[in-house]
C-alpha cells in the first residue's frame, strides 16, 4: 500500500484558473494542479531554485523537480496543440502566513535583512 501524498504547501490559490486559446475553440482540456502551478509561479516567475521551493513548498527537492516537470509538459501541450489549461485540484495546504506573508518567495514586497515586521523569516540570497 502506498503512503499517503504530503501535502505541498502554496502561498495562496491562483486567481485566474483557466486560459483557453483566441479565435479557435480548444482542442481538449489539459487540468493542472495548483502545486503545479505554484512552482511554474516560484521558479519561472519569481526566479527561485528547487531548493527554495522546496522549502516554500514544504517538500524534498526530487518532489519539486518531478512536479516541476509535469507542469512544464503541460505547459508545452496547451502551447503547441492549442488546448484549454485548467488549474484545479492537488494535495495542497494554504501558507499558515498567507494573509500576513512577509514576501518570502512571492509577490508581495521582500524583507528587509531577512526578517519582516511580521516575524518571519526569510533565507539570506
Do not use: W
Amino acid at each position: 500500500m502506498p503512503r499517503p501524498q504530503k501535502k505541498r504547501r502554496v502561498c495562496a490559490l491562483p486567481e485566474i484558473r483557466g486560459f483557453s486559446p483566441e479565435g479557435v475553440p480548444a482542442r481538449g482540456v489539459v487540468e493542472m494542479t495548483v502545486d503545479e502551478y505554484e512552482t511554474i509561479r516560484l521558479m519561472d516567475l519569481l526566479g527561485r531554485t528547487q531548493e527554495d521551493c522546496a522549502v516554500q513548498m514544504g517538500v524534498a527537492r526530487t518532489t519539486v523537480q518531478a512536479v516541476y516537470g509535469s507542469a512544464r509538459r503541460k505547459l508545452a501541450e496547451v502551447l503547441a496543440e492549442g488546448k484549454r489549461l485548467e488549474i484545479r485540484g492537488g494535495e495542497v495546504t494554504l501558507c499558515e502566513a498567507a494573509e500576513r506573508c512577509c514576501g518570502k518567495n512571492c509577490r508581495r514586497e521582500s524583507c528587509e535583512r531577512g526578517v519582516c515586521r511580521h516575524g518571519c523569516r526569510r533565507k539570506q540570497a
